[in-house]
């Protein structure tokens, strides 16, 4: 998934929320909570498991322990345990959007769908399902759909800087990048911590070739970010600097990167790319990285090669292998993808 999907800051597990606890719930309930919270889910689940054994009725119990079977990826149980909750408690809004997390991950995107929309018709005002309604729907390429739910969301919560960002990568798959930006930045706004937004503000800064702007984007990202998870906006610098004429130096800058790369994370798909660029892996080897078995859980990494792939033609001169390859990344992604955007942005500039 290329959005953060579900709540989630970055990537792709759901927020699964309990209700309050009911009154005379037993004793269990505030355990299992608390067990929770330090990361017991094993515990927590048993202690949910005795109050429903002590009140085998309770909506909220039901929806107690379903949370934590989402949080561990158990989603099969979790599906089960709302549907027991919505069984005994029909108008639980938290219970179906809480399903529909569940139905998402399982890959049930039309019963997600569902769920949200049955929690939004009985609370209109559930900021939540909107959002993660929006990102199923984004995920089905229902792009105007899937604006129009963002929207709603920021409109009963303005400050929903999630909301913000979601909307933004729609409205970058659209096309409209004045409009992604804009929401972007007011993710910032609300958020000045939120290195993705970062990312992909700077992303559409470099497609409409604002280089200094991206580079101020990118080296606030590089700020917010854990050592291993530099690669991106290095080698997006690394793009920048080629474009304005200088090779040499920025090569020697992301290699040097590329050496100081933790150990356990040197092997991670961003830092491969920097193999290639820095010319310490060869393209037929890139090229078969990409497309490895491993590689098939995420079939962006071939796009993205034919992206790097064609940059690297373009540099040596050749300008028929770069137009290639930028064609081969557009037809063969999805414009959530950044590559797909540079590469459009190659061809449209460059008349390959």
Request: glycine share 6%; net charge positive.
């Amino acid at each position: 998934m290329t959005q953060r999907t579900l709540l989630l800051a970055g990537l792709a597990v759901p927020l699964f929320a309990a209700l309050a606890v009911a009154e005379n719930s037993p004793a269990w309930v505030a355990q299992a909570e608390a067990k929770k919270q330090h990361g017991d889910f094993a515990g927590a689940i048993a202690d949910y498991t005795a109050a429903i054994t002590a009140n085998p009725k309770s909506a909220p119990v039901y929806l107690g322990r379903a949370s934590i079977l989402g949080l561990e990826g158990n989603y099969a149980a979790a599906i089960a345990d709302d549907t027991k909750a919505i069984a005994f408690d029909p108008k639980n809004a938290v219970a179906y959007s809480n399903r529909g997390n569940a139905r998402m991950m399982q890959g049930d995107l039309n019963g997600a769908i569902a769920d949200y929309t049955q929690a939004v018709k009985l609370d209109p005002q559930h900021v939540r399902a909107f959002i993660n309604r929006g990102n199923i729907k984004n995920l089905q390429r229902k792009y105007r759909a899937a604006v129009e739910d963002y929207s709603q969301a920021i409109a009963l919560d303005p400050k929903s800087a999630v909301a913000f960002y979601d909307r933004a990568g729609v409205k970058r798959n659209l096309g409209d990048y004045t409009g992604a930006q804009a929401d972007y930045s007011e993710a910032i706004s609300l958020n000045p911590v939120d290195a993705p937004a970062y990312i992909n503000r700077a992303v559409l800064e470099m497609a409409q070739k604002n280089w200094s702007v991206a580079t101020a984007d990118l080296n606030k990202c590089l700020s917010l970010l854990p050592d291993a998870r530099e690669a991106y906006p290095r080698i997006y610098l690394w793009i920048i600097a080629t474009k304005q004429g200088s090779i040499e130096k920025p090569t020697a800058d992301l290699a040097r990167a590329l050496a100081a790369a933790p150990d356990a994370f040197s092997g991670l798909w961003g830092w491969q790319i920097a193999k290639f660029l820095t010319a310490k892996m060869d393209e037929k080897t890139f090229l078969a990285m990409a497309a490895s078995a491993q590689a098939k859980k995420d079939k962006g990494q071939k796009v993205q090669a034919y992206y790097y792939i064609g940059i690297k033609s373009a540099l040596a001169g050749d300008k028929a292998g770069a137009a290639k390859y930028f064609h081969q990344c557009v037809e063969s992604g999805t414009p959530s993808l950044h590559e797909v955007t540079l590469a459009r942005a190659e061809l449209k500039g460059n008349s390959l």
